[in-house]
């Protein structure tokens, strides 16, 4: 299958590169820099320029596809108002690569995140609806959008992805922490964040492109719940420095833009995940890669 993907030298989307030419995919990248480029000409991929806010650099990659994966998002923000331009950006993203594929079988596979379903009280599953105030909703409305014009669509929620050197939205805590000299969480510390090890999440898009059915939402989850204190602790004891509790009123002055969602509470679970597609993580647990340092 000749496939299109979008953020293909990020973190997740190299790792989704590298599983695919492994089984035997064709696989165009899209490029925003010569230096992209060159990195995935290096990984022995086609090179296509443009960028996520570049429309027509993207539905002309869709269409000269077999299948697309969406990973590339916009993450250099440093504010909520930002975050929300990046997600809206996004859902523009999504609408122009569904419009180069309406009417076809193509897939398309977008990627939203485990927070977009609000499920208090209980692990979210792949059949909750995105009921989120959070603003990454919109990938999975853009998603739904997309359906509506005959596009084979599928959803990959992703949790804090990981390895030893990134994890997801702990990499920006840990920037944190080395700025005000404590490690800090909120309250009690026992609002949990679901987790993956950045190959499993990897595979995982691999089998939603090949197995994954019109519809479907997919949870790339190996933990269901990893308590924020518990990453407080482990950031801790690595960097040397302090762990502290922060009330809910002072998070935001002490988190910035990650004030938000530092306290939530979003268990998710994989089950149905595991069940439709046979997915099995067995990487290593985000303690374990935190415990390595290399952050």
């Not at 089984?23 to 480029?37: F, N």
């Not at 792949?126 to 990938?139: F, Y």
């Not at 920037?175 to 969480?185: D, F, K, L, Q, T």
């Amino acid at each position: 299958m000749r496939v299109f993907i979008t953020g293909a030298t990020g973190f997740v989307g190299s790792a989704i590169v590298q599983e695919l030419v492994a089984a035997g995919h064709r696989i165009t990248g899209l490029a925003r820099s010569d230096k992209a480029a060159q990195a995935l000409v290096d990984a022995g991929v086609e090179a296509h320029r443009g960028d996520v806010e570049d429309l027509e650099s993207l539905r002309a990659g869709a269409a000269a596809s077999d299948g697309v994966i969406h990973a590339g998002f916009i993450h250099d923000f440093t504010d909520y108002s930002r975050f929300v331009e990046a997600c809206e950006i996004d859902r523009r993203a999504i609408e122009a690569i569904g419009s180069a594929l309406a009417g076809s079988d193509r897939p398309l596979i977008v990627t939203s995140g485990t927070a977009a379903a609000l499920t208090p009280g209980r692990p979210a599953t792949e059949d909750d609806p995105a009921n989120s105030p959070m603003p990454r909703v919109a990938s999975e409305q853009a998603a739904d959008a997309v359906s509506a014009m005959g596009v084979r669509v599928s959803v990959v929620r992703l949790p804090q992805v990981h390895d030893p050197c990134k994890q997801g939205l702990i990499t920006p805590l840990i920037a944190v922490a080395r700025e005000r000299g404590v490690s800090a969480y909120v309250g009690d510390g026992l609002n949990r964040w679901p987790s993956a090890h950045r190959l499993d999440v990897a595979r995982l898009y691999r089998l939603a492109l090949e197995q994954g059915t019109d519809g479907a939402r997919y949870n790339a989850v190996a933990e269901e719940g990893v308590a924020l204190q518990e990453i407080a602790e482990v950031v801790g004891r690595v960097l040397g420095m302090p762990v502290v509790s922060k009330s809910p009123e002072e998070a935001s002055e002490h988190f910035g833009f990650l004030g938000p969602f530092v306290g939530h509470d979003m268990p998710a679970s994989s089950a149905l995940t595991q069940e439709r597609l046979g997915w099995r993580p067995t990487g290593p647990g985000l303690i374990f890669d935190l415990e390595q340092g290399l952050f």
